[in-house]
């Protein structure tokens, strides 16, 4: 029923892109024409645009690597609060890390129809008189097909984070995130390395982009134009030749430790890691529905999960 419902949204998916691809150049003239030059300049100042490689290699149980180009927007959420969905509001990001400064989210904007963010990154300051500086960041990370997420609060500078999400269905869920992210600059930078108890440190991701100038890209639609899309025909191939050669398949873990969010909390807790001020150690679970938003808080660290929806809940 899941391969179903999986490749029936594939088509539809494939199908509403294909029609709103067609009238893009329709929807990009309507645009300019209904707004003024002021608002565009307000919304492209807002923008900061990256392009760069994300990079995956594989130590066990066979070594496997592959690269991407990959398009990225960091966004100044103050100044651009209508630009994203299904993220987090500033004032929301400021409670949980405790920071007074700007919020700048990392993240792949979505493209005729469709959204593809298996990372986006908040961006989290401080400051005190003339001085800005970077204090925590917040790694939102989004599983496929699942479409399941789990947010949680970092140290940019090196952290070790208790794996806390299914990512892939070649990973289980033993080991821990080792994690870091520069100062967005001219150049960005973000890396992940897996530890594992057993494997050790088998698993790397990175993300090396460079700032692009955003006037030369005047129209964000054409710029994103299929990145989302490009994103998720590199994970869903990859998987396919992890398959092909044999990598063992690992079920979810909601089906065979239901309280696999719970054990993260755990392991995180015995990392030791860097915490949250005692202002946030009270948050726990709760939500609006509990049923698809979690957020709890370890000794050590803030996380909040998002559920699937339909059928893989």
Known sequence: MEILYLVCSIVSTSLTSLV?????PFDALLRRRGSSRASNDAAETAVTLYEGTVWHQRRHPINHSFQYQVRYALIDLDR????????????????ITDTNGPILLLTIPPSVGYEQNPLSVYYCYS???????????IAEVTNTPWG????????PHSDLVAKALHVSPFMDMLGSW??????????LTISISVHH???GNYFIASLKAK??????????????????????VWIYWHAVKLWWKNVQFVQHPKYSVPTYREEALKRDDTLQCCGLSSDN????????????????????RWFRWRDAKWPWS
């Open 20 to 24: 709103l691809s067609l009238i893009l």
């Open 148 to 155: 399941e997420r789990v947010s949680f609060v970092f140290n």
């Open 80 to 95: 651009a609060p209508h630009a994203t969905r299904h993220h987090l509001s500033p004032h929301e990001v400021r409670q």
């Open 197 to 199: 108890p057993k494997h």
């Open 211 to 232: 700032r692009l100038c955003s006037s030369t890209e005047s129209d964000h639609a054409f710029f994103f134009w299929l990145m989302p899309h490009k994103v998720a």
């Open 127 to 137: 400051v005190e008189g003339s001085t800005r500086q970077l204090k925590k960041c």
């Open 281 to 300: 150690r009270h948050l726990h679970l709760r939500g609006s529905d509990l049923g698809s938003l979690a957020e709890i808080s370890s000794k050590n």
């Open 178 to 187: 080792d994690i870091k992210a520069n100062d967005p600059g001219d150049n």
